[in-house]
């Protein structure tokens, strides 16, 4: 297979067969490490203004008629641009159908959590504030430096935590029974998680995410942690909730007066810590808008006006050769040689304004478009993808018929 | 003195007509012109399920489409449009009609028009009742909606229109005419009960105008009815602010395609035939940036599941169900 791909100049096909946005998945075609930002220039810059401000919820919206309109791929970007600071929290929760377990607010919460276990925020702010309670204890005082000393040995939760060997200390309940009640006073979060922050970290760290899992108020428990996290320095939150739209997709009335009360307590408790990031489609958005009371939980907090949302607008892809620069941002990642001279190699330039036209801007459609592309140019042994092979192939990649007007359309762009 | 019949057919929709027609052109019987209806009548129901996520279950069971298919019949028998004669024959007024349903398409306005000529010749009260709310104050009237409750009376009908005709015909002549882009309507509440406001959409005139119009006689007297058309300023104007309205003066909020379109009909008296068209202008237009979405209504939405409220396809695929409107920033 790669010395088909050699013909081409490429190591594998960097078009994704499924155009989705998987942010765990090491591919980068689908993690959305590949990213051409010009695309959404000004909506990029409108949502850094807004995620600047610590705005309590942004709504990304799309405006197509279909999916695939890039609203996952542009808070992915985000998502990753974020993580590298490592004074504030990132976390990508993906959403779910009603079928699926991530559907509501309750959750969300429980995924925020786990990822923020699973990311290392709850260690580091743990071993952060367990030094800071030490340092100034009249029992524990003396132990300061060797607490220092075993953090920077454990930056990320051993199975048990050996305590003892590096700062004397025998009775784990005692300290975390301390521990827990400084937490309560200094940051106001509740006994019940400031109880399992301090004693599971301290005996048993490697349960701390079974102890997440369990059902209870996790809006709650959202609380406590966010309070906790802040305390320990974290400047900022930032939750991208991904397809938010399909947790209220053909959902009774009942269910999205819940949803939507769920949500205004989550902004409620995330009051100047965290910023609420979620994507939404039309038929959602009217979901929430045609229920008075649903209106009311949401929009009472976050309008749905120009300070709380970005829309989408990819069709720009046709304008400008841009749909140029998002092709060659994925070719650049898998050319054989770095010695290749076109940027859109082996594709001719035409070919990429006319598929952009085709598909209207749709970017799924686009990348599946290259994709097929690429597959039947392996087939049938071509080195240069240009018009004459699209037209002749064009059921096969696109599976629809060539259209003559949409292909002069293309040239006058 | 003959008195005309003032109760009409049971049935709206002339795309039936067409099917009708279709069927006893190759000499089908009843039965399976019964058939093609109800097929029909599913289709109707298919399109409002794709376009909204909402519809009706038609059973396909025989006999139900039975009154239907009768009323059908006798309403293309009494246009002489088909004869029965032991098995149904078309016509060569059948056959004219049923050219021009081939040329032009079933669900297109030319076919329709033409159905609604055969309306106002067999069934003249029909356009009584036409003339007669182009002489309503601004055109138009709220009629009381009483499908809920005790219909009216045709004596409290021709207290409105003057014309004694029974309820279910109001509601056939207010659809015929809907489809043929004459008067357009909306459900309202007017002290808490419901109403049909029902408001012209065309201009009737003894002038020739020369546009494209539809002739009838009345009393000795040729009449050409003209269906409204805006300018495309005054369409765009009115456009964005209905939308504004119905956004509540946010851009970029997704409105439902037909309460945007009743809205604005109802402020420039057009049809929504007409604004279907000006909207796939809009859609190019400099000064607006209108984006359409697909998708399900939500749940307890009812609106959408009207075959009047049906968006049309973007490019032949998906219903515009949403709309988003915003102004274009000048570069």
């Known amino acids: ?58 709504y990304v919206c799309g405006s197509q008629t279909v999916r695939g309109d890039g609203k996952s791929a542009f808070i992915a ?19 779910t159908d009603r079928n699926g377990k991530v559907n509501n607010p309750d959750r969300f919460c429980r995924e925020f959590l786990l990822k923020c276990e699973k990311k290392n925020y709850l260690w580091r702010s743990f071993s952060k504030l367990l030094v800071q309670f030490v340092k100034d204890h009249p029992s524990y005082g003396y132990a300061h430096s060797k607490f220092i000393t075993m953090f920077s040995k454990f930056v990320t939760p051993p199975n048990q935590l050996p305590l003892q060997r590096y700062t004397k200390i025998s009775n784990t309940k005692d300290l975390a029974k301390s521990f827990r009640d400084w937490l309560c006073d200094k940051c106001g979060c509740s006994q019940n998680i400031a109880q399992y922050f301090s004693s599971l970290y301290l005996e048993k760290p490697q349960d701390m995410q079974k102890q997440l899992q369990k059902s209870t108020n996790k809006i709650q428990e959202y609380d406590d942690i966010l309070k906790i996290l802040m305390f320990s320095g974290f400047l900022h939150v930032y939750i991208f909730l991904n397809q938010m739209e399909d947790a209220l997709e053909n959902v009774s009335t009942k269910i999205t007066i819940e949803f939507t009360a769920g949500m205004r307590r989550i902004m409620e408790k995330s009051n100047g810590k965290a910023t609420l990031i979620c994507t939404i489609h039309p038929s959602s958005l009217r979901t929430i808008l045609d229920n008075p009371q649903a209106k009311v939980n949401i929009t009472s907090l976050a309008p749905m006006d120009d300070n709380h ?65 690429i597959n039947v140019a392996l087939d049938q042994k071509i080195s240069n993808i240009d018009v004459n092979f699209v037209k002749n192939n064009h059921k096969e990649i696109f599976d629809k018929e060539f259209s003559q007007e949409i292909f002069d359309k293309s040239k006058l762009n | ?12 929709r002339f795309e039936y007509v067409g099917d009708l027609l279709n069927e006893v052109s190759q000499g089908s019987d009843w039965n399976a012109i019964e058939q093609r209806l109800t097929m029909r009548k599913k289709e109707f129901e298919r399109l409002k399920f794709l376009a909204t996520g909402k519809g009706k279950r038609v059973l396909s069971k025989s006999g139900k489409s039975k009154d239907l298919t009768n009323d059908c019949i006798a309403m293309a028998v009494k246009t002489e449009l088909i004869t029965k004669n032991g098995s149904y024959q078309i016509t060569k007024n059948g056959q004219n009609l049923l050219n021009i349903c081939n040329e032009s398409g079933i669900y297109e306005i030319d076919f329709k028009i033409e159905c609604l000529q055969s309306y106002f010749i067999f069934y003249p009260f029909v356009l009584d009742i036409l003339f007669a709310l182009s002489k309503k104050e ?99 104007t009115s456009f964005w602010n209905k939308y504004m309205e119905l956004s509540e003066n946010s851009s970029d909020i997704p409105v439902y395609y037909w309460d945007l379109r009743i809205r604005v009909c109802e402020e420039l008296r057009i049809s929504d035939y007409i604004y279907d068209i000006y909207f796939k202008n809009i859609l190019k237009s400099k000064n607006f940036r209108v984006t359409c979405a697909a998708g399900a209504i939500p749940s307890g939405n009812t609106q959408g599941n009207l075959l009047k409220n049906l968006p049309p396809r973007k490019d032949d695929e998906f219903w515009m169900v949403y709309v988003s409107v915003s102004k274009r920033e000048i570069s």
Request: include cysteine; glycine fraction near 4%.
């Open chain 1, 1 to 58: 297979m790669n010395d088909n791909f050699k013909l081409l100049h490429l190591t594998e096909n960097p078009f994704p067969q499924n155009p989705t946005i998987i942010i765990d998945d090491v591919d980068k075609k689908i993690n959305g490490m590949i990213h051409d930002t010009k695309i959404f220039e000004i909506e990029h810059k409108k949502f850094e203004k807004l995620l600047e401000q610590k705005t309590n919820l942004i």
């Open chain 1, 77 to 95: 970007y985000h998502y990753r641009r974020i993580e590298s600071n490592s004074d504030i929290i990132s976390i990508f929760i993906q959403c």
């Open chain 1, 309 to 373: 949302k970005i829309m989408l607008f990819p069709e720009n892809i046709t304008k400008n050769s841009k749909i140029v620069g998002f092709i060659s941002s994925y070719l650049s990642h898998f050319y054989s040689s770095k010695s290749i001279n076109n940027e859109i190699t082996p594709f001719e330039k035409h070919v990429l304004e006319y598929t952009a036209q085709l598909s209207g801007g749709n970017l799924r459609d686009i990348l599946r478009g290259m994709y097929n592309c």
């Open chain 2, 1 to 12: 003195m003959i008195k005309q019949s003032t109760r009409l057919p049971r049935f709206s």
């Open chain 2, 138 to 236: 601004n055109a138009e009237i709220n009629f009381p909606d009483t499908r809920h409750v005790k219909h009216l009376e045709s004596i409290e009908i021709e207290n409105i229109f003057g014309i004694k005709t029974d309820v279910v015909s109001m509601m056939v002549v207010r659809d015929i005419f809907n489809q043929c882009g004459l008067v357009n309507w909306k459900s309202i509440k007017v002290n808490d009960l419901p109403f049909w406001k029902i408001f012209l959409t065309c201009k009737i005139s003894t002038k020739n105008e020369n546009k494209k119009n539809l002739k009838v006689e009345k009393n000795n007297l040729t009449y050409y009815i003209t269906p409204n058309e805006p300018n495309s300023g005054s369409f765009e």
